[in-house]
């Protein structure tokens, strides 16, 4: 099963280099994160990089999801970058403006689950993920600690805000959120009535970095999505248990989550 990215750096000016790609910038910094790779692999300045997502392009990629963009976007632009390199060889920006470097980084080696063949791989990256929720004398979460693995974190204050993000996600999921329909039209017509915690309702969180190194990914990073809040609401419901010995079997665990929460 083949996936890839395609990456275009255009060098417009000494003051302007734009960067295309095509994923879709949604809050987890693939823009951020394609403008470090390419600082670190030619050594320009990050302040006169431009990163523009323009269908217009034509730059092909999937869909944004499974934390795929920064493993394969990551490594189309170190592929890119090696010829601008190479151009750049003790000149500067201004012997290179007009030029154009256009690559592709793709992999082409994993395989459909449930195929018979020597090799069993069905990603190019694997990431792992394990949250502790921590209760009070009184049965209220006080605290969550999450642990994740990203393989080389490319920017740490990006990756602390997505699983803070995905933990107060997770939360809101286990404990509180709800989205009933009745006769094919949602109950709810008011986010606030969905549960979502607010701020002042969301405990505290420790996230914990862990750099396992990736053999695939750019820089040995995998990169971090949908892992974030995977391992929250259970880890709630195992916390809940150990307090009272109850086993919770559905979700929302509690409607009143002022109760749950301090």
């Known amino acids: 099963m083949v996936d ?3 990456v275009i750096i255009e060098i417009k000016s000494t003051e302007n280099v734009i960067l295309h790609h095509g994923w879709t910038e949604m809050g987890q ?3 951020t994160i394609a403008a470090q790779i390419l600082c670190e692999e ?3 300045d990050s302040a006169i990089i431009e990163v523009i997502v323009d269908t217009a392009a034509g730059i092909k990629t999937g869909m944004t999801t499974s934390s795929r963009g920064t493993v394969l976007l990551g490594n189309a632009i170190r592929e890119a970058a090696k010829t601008m390199r190479a151009d750049l060889d003790g000149k500067s920006l201004k012997n290179i403006i007009g030029h154009r470097y256009q690559a592709r980084w793709e992999c082409n080696w994993t395989v459909k689950p449930g195929t018979v063949s020597e090799n069993s791989a069905t990603h190019y990256g694997y990431g792992y993920a394990a949250q502790l ?6 049965g209220k979460i006080a605290k969550i600690v999450a ?3 990203a393989g080389k ?4 204050i990006l990756f602390e805000g997505q699983i803070e993000g995905a933990v107060h996600m997770g939360l809101g999921y286990a404990l509180s959120e709800d989205y009933p329909y009745k006769d094919g039209y949602p109950v709810y017509s008011k986010l606030r009535e969905l549960g979502v915690l607010r701020a002042h309702e969301t405990p505290d969180i420790e996230v914990i970095g862990v750099e396992v190194f990736d053999p695939v990914g750019p820089f040995g990073a995998k990169g971090v999505g949908e892992i974030g809040l995977v391992p929250t609401a259970a880890a709630v419901a195992n916390a809940f248990c150990q307090f009272d010995g109850s086993r919770r079997l559905q979700l929302p665990m509690k409607a009143d989550f002022k109760k749950l929460t301090k």
């Open 4 to 6: 890839y990215s395609d």
């Open 29 to 31: 910094g693939v823009h």
């Open 42 to 44: 030619t050594g320009i």
């Open 133 to 138: 929720v921590v209760l009070d004398d009184n």
């Open 147 to 149: 642990a994740h693995d």
């Open 153 to 156: 974190i490319i920017n740490p």
